[in-house]
């Protein structure tokens, strides 16, 4: 599965990562939908998305060190 090495240290690191970027996403959404400028909306939109390029990131990473949660994924695939 994954050494213990990785599971105290990067494993947990991406998933605390994976955490704050899911965050920020909601952050952003917050400011956008209440946001007037919009030259501003769009800058906040455009940050948003690079948080979520983010997340996909890290997901892909834990996916590849965690066999366990990598079938998690796909058994719960919606498609």
Same mark, same amino acid.
């Given at each position: 599965? !994954?050494? %213990? &090495?990785? &599971?105290?240290? #990067?494993? /947990? /690191? ?5 955490? @704050?970027?899911?965050?920020?996403? =909601?952050? !952003? &959404?917050?400011?956008? @939908? =209440?946001v007037? #400028? ?8 455009? *940050?948003? #998305? @690079? @948080? ?7 997901? &892909?990473?834990?996916? %590849?060190? #965690?066999? /366990? ?9 919606? *498609?």
């Open positions: 599965m !994954y050494s %213990k &090495e990785i &599971e105290n240290t #990067d494993l /947990k /690191k991406a998933r605390q990562s994976m955490v @704050e970027e899911l965050e920020a996403i =909601n952050w !952003y &959404e917050t400011r956008i @939908e =209440n007037k #400028d919009g030259k501003l909306k769009k800058i906040l939109e455009h *940050n948003r #998305d @690079e @948080e979520k390029e983010h997340a996909a990131m890290l997901l &892909e990473w834990i996916r %590849k060190k #965690d066999s /366990k949660q990598d079938k998690a994924f796909k058994k719960a695939r919606l *498609n």
